[in-house]
Nanobody
């Protein structure tokens, strides 16, 4: 099992920045991909970005390219999401996600990001 704990959400004005962190514990050696998803009220959960634990390849949703940056620190078993140039439409609950090499999914409890206009 893998446990994921997010931190760093909050309220910020449009144009501002936040940094989300997600610390993984447990069987972290089984993780192959780490990422962030978000879910706004009344909408489906969507992928924001993910990063390969080995190699560091990244992938971003078109809506956040150039504004958000995902990174990881394998020594700390932590994945980060730097959110810059935030927009009101970025308001959502952000969930940390990990996938094992066998395709098993793990989720954090979510952290709220609210961007005021």
């Amino acid at each position: 099992q893998v446990q994921l704990v997010e931190s760093g959400g909050g309220l910020v004005q449009a144009g501002g920045s936040l940094r989300l962190s997600c610390a993984a514990s447990g069987l972290t050696f089984t993780i192959s991909v780490l990422g962030w998803y978000r879910q706004a009220p009344g909408k489906q959960r969507e992928l924001v970005a993910h990063i390969a634990r080995s190699g560091g390849q990244t992938n971003y949703a078109d809506s956040v390219k150039g504004r958000f940056t995902i990174s990881r620190d394998n020594a700390k078993n932590t994945v980060y999401l730097q959110l810059n140039s935030l927009k009101p439409e970025d308001t959502a609950v952000y969930y940390c996600h990990a996938m094992s090499g066998t395709g098993y999914d793990y989720w954090g409890q979510g952290t709220q990001v609210t961007v005021s206009s």
